[in-house]
């Protein structure tokens, strides 16, 4: 049985206890003082959400993730290689910073080590969607090119 792994972030309420196992299902959960529960199954490509045992329809367009919940729809924007944008009902409230060991051969949870900048009038719900969002979908977008170089070092490795 595989061991649950840890970490602590820092938040702008406090801190954020982000729990996650990489086999045999990738499954993230983000939890904090105030804050929703959120469980993620992370992927680029696919993933969901779940917030305090609801499902969040999520959609992907393009290099945006989106996730609606009640009347607030957030959207994940790949900005660049290693960055994204996180909007609340188009209103910019964080930055996401990734990591390029993100894309390395054999990363399950594509945000892990990502580092989030909170803009000013957020509340606990936005930091719960948002951190899982950055988590489970990543902070920025490899391009055609890496993805392609990134599958020939997965396939031959």
């Known amino acids: 049985m595989p061991k649950l792994q840890q970490r602590v972030i820092d938040g702008p309420f406090g801190p954020i206890q982000l729990s996650h196992d990489r086999w045999p299902s990738v499954v993230a959960r983000i939890q904090g003082a105030g804050m929703p529960t959120v469980t993620v199954?992370?992927?680029r490509d696919h993933g969901a959400l779940n917030i305090n045992g609801h499902s969040i329809p999520t959609?992907?367009?393009?290099r945006t993730r989106k996730a609606v919940l009640g009347?607030?729809?957030?959207?994940?924007?790949s900005t660049g290689?290693?960055?994204?944008?996180?909007?609340?009902?188009?209103?910019l409230i964080a930055h996401a910073h990734g990591s390029f060991r993100s894309y390395a051969?054999?990363?399950t949870i594509p945000g892990l080590d990502a580092r989030i900048t909170w803009s000013q009038g957020i509340d606990p719900t936005d930091v719960a969607v948002g951190q899982?969002?950055?988590?489970?979908?990543?902070?920025?977008a490899p391009g055609a090119v890496l993805r392609t170089v990134l599958f020939w070092v997965d396939n031959l490795t």
């Open 81 to 91: 290689l290693r960055r994204a944008e996180l909007r609340r009902n188009g209103t």
């Open 41 to 43: 199954v992370p992927g």
């Open 59 to 62: 959609s992907r367009k393009s």
């Open 71 to 77: 009347d607030r729809t957030y959207e994940l924007r």
């Open 132 to 140: 899982a969002m950055v988590v489970g979908f990543g902070a920025g």
């Open 105 to 107: 051969p054999g990363s």
